[in-house]
């Protein structure tokens, strides 16, 4: 596989990790990394999303160093983690220590934030979005991904009637001390003849190994007016684009509004409406299920040639940015010889 980039970040495993890791950390990111050198952890190559299996390569490190290959599908333009783990891995990973400590995860977050600070920094803004694009009324909400139940608190507050899913026990256990209704499970444990008015996928999308079934799946649970929204992190507005803080192991895909919209068309649903910059860097808006037949995702070939110049220049941002740096340290030591000899 061709690389396209050789960017620091990306490749070396000295370039320091996106956030000062702990000793714990560090140690149980190097333990995770030899176990995928001894063929400890079960990994698996699967075609892109468009069906294809040429890729070019971006990456080999995570933000925090773990060893995960980023690529970039030559015909899509999906940038996504290849190989990744079996699902079986992933689920193996996402309830050990490996998750919760590397990732801000095992910040243990109060009862208090669910209903302060996760609502002032997010949910009632989502809130806000939501509420202003539905007028009729919003009487059963279901979130996948739940977490603490934050984004459903505003709407249980209103007397709707909340469920949720998440896989981790203490944040379900901390939404369901306020009342809501939230359980540890996934999608499977949805009771199959539920329809909702509204369901929630929030930042969950891009840890989805099959994105296309959870969708038409979700699909399957709306009423017939009954709206899905969903929140992904948009690749190409943080800051530094696809840079050393986006790459993550346990995201599998890295959306962009092009190669988000035509996903989620085939799973048959219709946006109304889509939004860039929903909620600070993200994209997404409220879809509804389409009587029409889900259209195939049309040609994306473009969306590969334009990552790829987005790529480039960010890598040439970086070299400029260090000549500079470099010249600017050349400078300061010449200045401290001169300082020196003068005395
Ligand atoms: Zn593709």
Redesign the pocket.
Known sequence: MKKITSLPFYFSTTYPPYVVLSPEQVALRNKLNDMTDRGDIAYEHV??????T?FAIIGAYDRYRIKQQTVI??????I?SMPRMTQKAYSWFYSSDFYRKLYDHNTPARVEDITGYYQDRYSKKRYEYIASHIKAPIINILEIGCAGGWNLYPFFKKGARVLGFDLGPDLVAKGRSLGMDLNVGTIDDVPAQEKFDLIILAHVLEHLANPKEILQKLASHLKPQGALYIEVPNIERYKKFLGDIQLQNAHLYYYSPT?LLPYVKEAGLEPRPFTVDILGPNIGGLFYTTKAVPARATD?SHEYTRMVSLIRKNEWRYRIKHIFLKLHILKLLASIRNAIKRT
């Open positions: 075609p892109c999303l468009c069906g294809k040429s599908c030559t015909l899509c333009g999906l996504q190669t994306m």
